[in-house]
């Protein structure tokens, strides 16, 4: 789990690791160099599992991975947000599903989006066979980053690029690793994975452009000619979509745009239960 200012998030989603069914488990927390004090949130919890890793610099996000990475001493590594919720079965599904299909080199879980102010936003999309996750590459990969799992051995062949690219590191690691690699995702709703309520647009415009140049970079080295034009294609029709979809976000309250997103009741009913015990219990 890095960590860079994280704010009171931090806490709910240590203690959601805490919560683990699985519980031969190991987290290392590394800082980032935070400047707002979120570690102190953690400073009572008490647990010989959890290790935190601080040297006073700030290397950004791929580079902590990295050495996460080399830190770990399991034989299967996962990625957590600062800000995300996991849900307390989530570890063991998917070791269970890793010691099961030994050919899995990676495995996420189904998500649903939370606000800022832990409101329900929508489902993160979530194919879940290899087949289903990487059939159109040039469209990216619908695998919830802070939900994988994966055997250590595979991030420690596959390591995170440095420099990073700007803000898609986990899709540059995809995107080069698919067609050696079997990805999977459990279809059963065991995250939470949170959304700001405003959009940077900016930001957002940037790192599509760095993932179209990403791709093109990479379809042209394989000789892939046809997935340059359609990844051309995705980045024009996400530019036009993301321009209204921003003015609605950042203009309109969160009530009123969320709702047009139907959720089934018991998806609700259970992150209803995980918000009261990491949140306002």
Known sequence: ????????????????????????????????????????SIEDIQDARIKILRDGVNKGLAARLNEAITEARGIYFARMDQDDISYPDRFLKQV??????????????????????????????????HAEICARPWNGFYLP??????????????????PQPYFCEDQELLLRTYDESKFACIPEVLFAYRVRD?????????????LLRIKVRFFFGVRRFGFIGLSMLHFLAH??????????KNY??????????????????????????????
Do not use: C
């Not at 969320?258 to 219990?281: C, G, M, N, T």
């Open 198 to 210: 405003k959009v940077n647009l900016k930001k957002l415009l940037r790192t599509r452009f760095e």
């Open 1 to 40: 789990m890095p960590v860079y200012n994280a704010g009171n998030y931090l806490r709910p989603a240590v203690l959601s690791i805490l919560a683990q069914t699985y519980t031969n488990w190991e987290l290392l927390i590394i800082d980032d160099n935070s400047t707002d004090m979120s570690l102190k």
């Open 145 to 162: 980053h802070p939900t994988w799992m994966g055997r250590t051995d595979w991030f420690d062949k596959n390591r995170y690029k440095i």
């Open 252 to 281: 309109i309250p969160f009530k009123t745009w969320s709702r047009r997103f139907s959720l089934p009741d018991e998806d609700i009913a259970q992150w209803k239960s995980i918000r009261v015990r990491f949140f306002e219990e």
């Open 239 to 248: 530019i036009f979509i993301d321009i209204p979809n921003s003015l609605i």
């Open 96 to 129: 269970e599903l890793l010691n099961r299909e030994p050919e899995l080199d990676l495995v996420a879980v189904k998500s649903i989006r939370i606000s800022e102010s832990n409101e329900v936003v929508d489902f993160f999309p979530s194919p879940s066979t």
